[in-house]
């Protein structure tokens, strides 16, 4: 079996990632309406009704807007924290089946195993994951503010590292955004700058062992994607780090079969790298 991996959306309008293998799919955050998350989940290759779990990593909009409908719709369970669950709002809650994952505990979802860990953000019980199957492992950390070796540890399994590289710290502060907000977002239950970013890299894949790295959750008033990649390569190479294959998430997904995938288990599609 083959650990497939398509992100569907990654940045504040929206998140969802697709994680499968050849008899379970899982979807991470569902923070699309379903008219514009249907079609993309088609092009990677999976009808919703065929989805085993909905896994969320908190309640914020852009994580949740279309979990709700999508989860009633199709029977499909919602799985997140207890804090989640309590944060979710009616819409998102009311008629579905939700199973309660707490942060720092472990689940198995169909062949999928799925382990979830606190993060500091600004949410009721916020988590990242990582996902395990068919021999590899994805770890995902968006939306968190700080990290400690807590984190650093639950993530050095991962073959496939997605990290938060929300904003340039410079162009986000020069943004139109208010002060507050931009207090907000750089603050420790914030999102992770560039610099942030390329330094958790660091800590994790300064074990030496090969991974390869996905950029996420990017800011689109106050980041863009060579911005991105050049500020993380920067520090990751500071530790001779800037050779890891990286690339950047796009916001929303491309409608064709061929930009789908972003990373597979099978090492011939790793070498290709997949990512469009
Ligand atoms: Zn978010
Ligand atoms: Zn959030």
Not at 25 to 51: F, K, M, S
Not at 168 to 184: D, F, G, K, M, N
Request: proline share 5%; glycine share 8%; with cysteine.
């Amino acid at each position: 079996m083959t650990l497939i991996v398509a992100s569907l959306a990654s940045g504040s309008s929206g998140n969802a990632l697709l994680v499968r293998d050849g008899q379970t799919a899982l979807l991470i955050d569902c923070g699309l309406p379903l008219r514009t998350l249907e079609p993309l989940l088609c092009y990677a290759g999976v009808t919703p009704a065929h989805l085993n779990a909905i896994v969320l990593t908190h309640e914020h909009g852009d994580h949740t807007t279309g979990a709700g409908t999508l989860a009633r719709r199709y029977g499909v369970p919602l799985v997140c924290t207890p804090g989640t669950r309590a944060a979710l709002n009616d819409k998102h809650s009311r008629g579905i089946t939700i199973e309660e994952l707490p942060a720092g505990q472990q689940a198995r979802l169909g062949t999928i195993e799925v382990q979830s860990f606190a993060v500091s953000h600004d949410a009721a019980e916020p988590v990242g994951y990582t996902v395990t199957a068919a021999g590899a492992t994805i770890g995902l950390a968006v939306d968190l503010g700080s990290w400690d070796d807590g984190l650093i540890a639950r993530l050095r399994p991962a073959d496939l590292l997605i990290i938060e590289a929300n904003h340039c710290r410079e162009q986000l502060l020069a943004s139109a955004y208010p002060w507050a907000i931009c207090q907000r977002i750089i603050g420790p239950r914030g999102h992770l700058d560039n610099q942030q970013c390329g330094e958790l890299i660091t800590a994790i894949c300064g074990d030496g062992r090969p991974r390869a790295i996905r950029l996420a959750h990017l800011s689109d008033q106050a980041n863009n994607a060579q911005r991105a990649l050049k500020s993380v390569r920067a520090v990751l190479q500071a530790s001779n780090l800037h050779h890891l294959p990286m690339a950047v998430l796009p916001r929303q997904a491309a409608r064709t079969h061929k930009h789908m995938p972003i990373w597979s288990s099978d090492s011939l599609l790793r070498q290709l790298d997949m990512f469009g």
